[in-house]
T-cell receptor, first 114, second 114 residues
């Protein structure tokens, strides 16, 4: 069975600073993918970034980067230069092996302070 | 914009009544999913479809059925709604990308069962 753990229910960061949101995962599959989604207060789920288990480089998308540490089974999201619009719930998710569905963590509520 | 709509967007119903939620996509993607979101649980898969008339159960399928008679529509039915089915329901599609398939989500349906 696959499991995603996000241990930070809530995080605060000052505007323009960087923040790291933690995600650890558990799977016995060698092939898997890790995803991060953003859910603002309006409710929609927005895809941010993807990391494959065989990718040698950490994924980056604009201000988002994924700090992938395979031996530690962690896939932390780093947001650089936080903006007020980054305030949202952030979910880490995994798809493992031949499964089509995503397994989600419980999320981290990020608040960016002016 | 992944071209996914959900209807209705909000619904209040009473225990024991049947409810059908509709997911519509405009781009003929093969895979479609229904998730529910509850506080502290992230998103959990209810059912998914891998083609017309082809569906499979997810993690929390009890009390739900699905149908897909056309590529563009995926229906979720609560045969006899219960208060435990009060939740936000998200439909998703898989979109093939350069490195992986990524799930994109509809706007969600907030269902309240009284």
């Amino acid at each position: 069975a696959q499991k995603i753990t996000q241990t930070q229910p809530g995080m605060f960061v000052q505007e323009k600073e960087a923040v790291t949101l933690d995600c650890t995962y558990d799977t016995s599959d060698q092939s898997y993918g890790l995803f991060w989604y953003k859910q603002p207060s309006s409710g929609e789920m927005i895809f941010l970034i993807y990391q494959g288990s065989y990718d040698e480089q950490n994924a980056t998308e604009g201000r988002y980067s994924l700090n992938f540490q395979k031996a530690r089974k962690s896939a932390n999201l780093v947001i650089s230069a936080s903006q007020l619009g980054d305030s949202a719930m952030y979910f880490c998710a995994m798809r493992a092996g031949s499964a089509r569905q995503l397994t989600f963590g419980s999320g981290t509520q990020l608040t960016v302070l002016p | 914009d992944a071209g996914i709509t959900q209807s209705p967007r909000h619904k209040v119903t009473e225990t024991g009544t049947p409810v059908t939620l509709r997911c519509h996509q405009t781009e003929n993607h093969r895979y479609m999913y229904w998730y529910r979101q509850d506080p502290g649980h992230g998103l959990r898969l209810i059912h998914y479809s891998y083609g017309v008339k082809d569906t499979d159960k997810g993690e929390v399928s009890d009390g739900y059925s699905v149908s897909r008679s056309k590529t563009e529509d995926f229906l979720l039915t609560l045969e006899s709604a219960t208060s435990s089915q009060t939740s936000v329901y998200f439909c998703a599609i898989s979109v093939a990308g350069a490195s992986t398939d990524t799930q994109y989500f509809g706007p969600g349906t907030r269902l309240t069962v009284l």
